[in-house]
């Protein structure tokens, strides 16, 4: 899951984007009302963390600009204003929710979770493909009910594939989703992180499939529904 972070307190700033990357996002992180405007245009989150207090402007301003041009991206307002009135405009202006500082990290991604998994949210607690379960939450993976370990990039992949289960993920879709702003990317690093998962699922066991198609992108698939396909023609 890939979150941008508006937020101006440069060390503040580092402590949240630490704490959520360890617990799997990737993040990207603007220090102003400009650059978060332009980052929200080029990249389509799939959450936004927003500190009203901007240098250059109110963040409560650029919410509503965003939900007047019709974006749907979940918004968690993050602010010291701690009045009632305060979090009353907050909401109405189109924010999903409103934690105030100081907070606990835990609560912070324990929201960013449960805004994630509102109806028509992308992020479902558990899912499933073949004997492969992946439990969002815990950002655990299992294979026949056993925990095996995969590295955060490596998950982000095989999460990804999940949620689209039978159907092509391009590859710049990939790189979008789990690499943020500044890291730097090879011409291959997609390819190496699902060469090693193909490897790390079909040594614990796992009967799906990663399918590199050429020029397009990957595609997951259920050893069952190939050998069906087969016989069918």
Same mark, same amino acid.
């Given at each position: 899951?890939?979150?941008?972070?508006?937020?101006?307190?440069?060390?503040?700033?580092?402590?949240?984007?630490? +704490?959520? %990357?360890?617990?799997?996002?990737?993040? /990207?992180?603007?220090?102003?009302?400009?650059?978060?405007?332009?980052?929200?245009?080029?990249?389509?989150?799939?959450?936004?963390?927003?500190?009203?207090?901007?240098?250059?402007?109110?963040?409560?301003?650029?919410? *509503?600009?965003?939900? %007047?041009?019709?974006?749907? @991206?979940?918004?968690?307002?993050?602010?010291?204003?701690? +009045?009632? /009135?305060?979090?009353?405009?907050?909401?109405? !202006?189109?924010?999903?929710?409103?934690?105030?500082?100081?907070?606990?990290?835990? %609560?912070?991604?324990?929201?960013?979770?449960?805004?994630?998994?509102?109806?028509?949210?992308?992020?479902?607690?558990?899912?499933?493909?073949?004997?492969? !379960?992946?439990? @969002?939450?815990? *950002?655990? =993976?299992?294979?026949?009910?056993?925990?095996?370990?995969?590295? *955060? $990039?490596?998950?982000?992949?095989?999460?990804?594939?999940?949620?689209?289960?039978?159907?092509?993920?391009? #590859?710049? =879709?990939?790189?979008? #989703?789990?690499?943020?702003? +500044?890291?730097?990317?090879?011409?291959?690093? =997609?390819?190496?992180?699902?060469? *090693?998962? $193909?490897?790390?699922?079909?040594?614990?066991?796992?009967?799906?499939?990663?399918?590199?198609?050429?020029?397009?992108?990957?595609?997951?698939?259920?050893?069952?529904?190939?050998?069906?396909?087969?016989?069918?023609?």
């Amino acid at each position: 899951m890939r979150l941008l972070l508006i937020e101006d307190h440069q060390r503040f700033a580092n402590f949240v984007k630490d +704490g959520l %990357e360890k617990e799997g996002f990737t993040v /990207d992180c603007v220090n102003t009302a400009a650059t978060g405007e332009a980052a929200q245009a080029t990249v389509q989150y799939d959450s936004i963390i927003l500190d009203l207090g901007l240098p250059d402007q109110d963040g409560l301003d650029l919410l *509503r600009s965003w939900r %007047e041009d019709g974006s749907k @991206t979940p918004v968690l307002i993050l602010t010291a204003r701690d +009045g009632i /009135d305060e979090r009353v405009k907050g909401l109405n !202006s189109g924010g999903d929710d409103y934690l105030l500082k100081p907070f606990a990290m835990e %609560e912070l991604i324990a929201r960013i979770r449960a805004l994630l998994r509102r109806p028509g949210g992308v992020l479902g607690l558990v899912i499933t493909a073949g004997n492969v !379960s992946f439990d @969002t939450t815990a *950002r655990e =993976v299992r294979i026949n009910e056993k925990t095996i370990s995969i590295p *955060r $990039r490596e998950m982000g992949v095989l999460e990804h594939l999940m949620r689209r289960n039978g159907r092509v993920v391009p #590859k710049d =879709v990939l790189e979008d #989703k789990i690499y943020g702003f +500044g890291k730097e990317v090879s011409s291959n690093s =997609v390819e190496v992180h699902v060469s *090693r998962l $193909r490897k790390r699922l079909s040594g614990a066991g796992a009967n799906i499939i990663v399918h590199t198609l050429r020029g397009v992108g990957y595609l997951l698939s259920e050893e069952e529904s190939l050998t069906t396909q087969k016989t069918s023609s």
